[in-house]
T-cell receptor
Framework: DAEITQSPRHKITETGRQVTLACHQTWNHNNMFWYRQDLGHGLRLIHYSYGVQDTNKGEVSDGYSVSRSNTEDLPLTLESAASSQTSVYFC???????????FGPGTRLTVL | AQSVAQPEDQVNVAEGNPLTVKCTYSVSGNPYLFWYVQYPNRGLQFLLKYITGDNLVKGSYGFEAEFNKSQTSFHLKKPSALVSDSALYFCAVRDMTTDSWGKLQFGAGTQVVVTP
């Protein structure tokens, strides 16, 4: 069955370190998204991609970057982790802009 | 700009009673509307969507939602709640007419607690 996976599921890191969160989908979806979930804020869009070599900034993109070298993967990089980036991160994908997004299980990131 | 509000942080209901989770939205054009559910330590799961057509939309697990354009609302409903419906529910909206193709704006979420 097609799926979307994220790794690691839990990560503890220190302030200033570079961290990369992996997202891999086997749906063959062109659209991929990264969100962060914080209490009281719901999900906020960090970056998104409409296809290979395409990346776009979301509403909370500062301190984050993504790259899309193939259809299946959209890794999220925190260039220099900050305590404010402690959160749960979700990756999602969709076929079209009007279709439902399918979410991964999430990565809980703690920055000390 | 697009936005969505879920006015209740938590909804408590007894098993077997009707369940309603409220959502209102604001968009400059016509909306695409979605409901998702999140169980503990899991990703979001799609429940239903409204794009166009009938105002009453039926979705997974016996849930339905009613689109009301005049009140800019898209409330989620279930006639008879189950304990297993206890979860966090998110409403999301996308404006069809702006350069926001594929991007969803999520509400803050409503925790549903169904007691036996």
């Amino acid at each position: 069955d097609a799926e979307i996976t994220q790794s690691p599921r839990h990560k503890i890191t220190e302030t200033g370190r570079q961290v990369t969160l992996a997202c891999h989908q086997t749906w063959n979806h062109n659209n991929m998204f990264w969100y962060r979930q914080d209490l009281g804020h719901g999900l906020r869009l960090i970056h998104y991609s409409y296809g290979v070599q395409d990346t776009n900034k979301g509403e909370v993109s500062d301190g984050y970057s993504v790259s899309r070298s193939n259809t299946e993967d959209l890794p999220l990089t925190l260039e220099s982790a900050a305590s404010s980036q402690t959160s749960v991160y979700f990756c999602a994908s969709s076929v079209t802009g009007d279709s439902p997004q399918y979410f991964g299980p999430g990565t809980r990131l703690t920055v000390l | 700009a697009q936005s969505v509000a879920q006015p209740e942080d938590q909804v408590n209901v007894a098993e077997g009673n009707p369940l309603t989770v409220k959502c209102t939205y604001s968009v400059s054009g016509n909306p695409y509307l979605f409901w998702y559910v999140q169980y503990p330590n899991r990703g979001l799961q799609f429940l239903l969507k409204y794009i166009t057509g009938d105002n009453l939309v039926k979705g997974s697990y016996g849930f339905e939602a009613e689109f009301n354009k005049s009140q800019t609302s898209f409330h989620l409903k279930k006639p008879s709640a189950l304990v297993s419906d206890s979860a966090l529910y998110f409403c999301a909206v996308r404006d069809m007419t702006t350069d926001s193709w594929g991007k969803l704006q999520f509400g803050a979420g409503t925790q549903v607690v169904v007691t036996p």
